[in-house]
């Protein structure tokens, strides 16, 4: 079954924050990497439970993208009933934990 992906208001910021902070305007390279999230985020439409579940939840699921240092978590839920996918936060995957009330 494919998945409709919708991106939340959050997860669209985090995005936009992440275009500007790796300079993805000024560098092709950096452009190519970007863009190559953004494909592998709705490249999950097909097989979204290949991603692991995150510790900070069991109903949340995360995409591990790019290469250390540069590792960043696509962490998103799956709609069964009604067929979405729903990306809910995008961070660098160094960080400490999130707190799962942060994404409501």
């Known amino acids: ?16 924050a992440l275009y500007v902070q790796v300079h993805a305007a000024d560098s092709e390279r950096a452009r190519k990497w970007y863009f190559g999230l953004r494909a592998a985020i709705y490249g999950l439409c097909e097989m ?15 995409l591990l993208y790019g290469r250390k240092p540069y590792v960043y978590r696509v962490i998103f839920r799956i709609r069964i009933k009604t067929g979405v996918l729903e990306i809910l936060h995008i961070r660098h995957g160094a960080r400490r934990k999130f707190r799962v009330s942060d994404l409501e």
Do not use: F, G, Q, W
């Open 48 to 62: 979204p439970r290949r991603c692991s579940r995150t510790p900070e939840n069991k109903n949340l699921r995360h």
């Open 1 to 16: 079954m494919a998945y409709r992906v919708e991106i939340t208001a959050r997860a669209e910021r985090d995005l936009d």
